[in-house]
C-alpha cells in the first residue's frame, strides 16, 4: 500500500510541473521619447546587445519556474530592442545613421523576495565614447512563491523603462551622439 501511494505521488508530481511568468512586451516611456526629442538633433543607429557573461533567455524564480522573455528572446535582446522602441517613438532612430550605439548587459538579476530587480548596462557609441548604468528597480513582491514570480516578471518592463530613462537622461549621453 505504502509502495502504491509512493508511486501515485511521483506520478501527480510529475504532471504538476512548474510555471513559466512571462514578462510582458516591451511599452514606450513617454518620459523616456520626450527626453529623446529634447537632446536628439540627429539620428542614432543601434547595433548589437550583448551579455557580460553567459546570455540568458530566463532566469529562475524560487525554484517555481522561470521567469522568460517575449518571443523567447534574451535579455539584452529585449532591452535593445526596448532601446530601438523609444527611439523610433522619438523619432531619432536610423539604420543609416553616423553614429551607432552597442550596448553589454553587464548583469541582471533580481529578488523576488524583496522585491528588486538589478540591472547594469554599459552603452558604447561607435565614436568611442561610453556610458554605464545601474537600475536597482523595487517592486512590491510577496511571500508566496507563485505571486511573487508573477510580480517579478511583470516588474521587469517598467525596470527597463527606468534603465533607458538613466541612459538616455544621463549628462553623458549627448557625447555618443557626437559624429565619429
Known amino acids: 500500500m505504502l509502495k502504491k501511494v509512493a508511486v501515485i505521488s511521483l506520478v501527480l508530481l510529475g504532471f504538476t510541473g512548474c510555471s513559466t511568468y512571462s514578462v510582458n512586451r516591451y511599452a514606450v516611456s513617454v518620459d523616456n521619447i520626450s527626453s529623446l526629442k529634447n537632446m536628439t538633433d540627429s539620428n542614432i543607429n543601434v547595433g548589437e546587445f550583448r551579455a557580460a557573461g553567459e546570455s540568458q533567455t530566463s532566469i529562475m524564480c524560487r525554484g517555481v519556474g522561470p521567469i522568460k522573455t517575449p ?8 532591452i535593445r530592442k526596448a532601446f530601438i522602441d523609444e527611439l523610433k517613438m522619438a523619432e531619432a532612430f ?20 524583496s522585491g528588486r530587480w538589478d540591472i547594469a548596462m554599459t552603452v558604447n557609441s561607435s565614436n568611442g565614447e561610453s556610458i554605464s548604468v545601474r537600475e536597482n528597480y523595487a517592486f512590491t513582491s510577496s511571500f508566496y512563491g507563485e505571486t511573487a514570480c508573477n510580480q517579478t516578471a511583470q516588474a521587469l518592463m517598467p525596470a527597463v523603462q527606468n534603465l533607458i530613462g538613466k541612459i538616455v537622461q544621463n549628462k553623458s549621453f549627448p557625447k555618443l551622439l557626437k559624429g565619429a
Open 94 to 113: 536610423d539604420d543609416n545613421a553616423p553614429v551607432t550605439l552597442t550596448g553589454i548587459l553587464d548583469s541582471i538579476d533580481f529578488s523576488s523576495a
Open 71 to 78: 518571443d523567447g528572446q534574451s535579455f539584452e535582446g529585449f
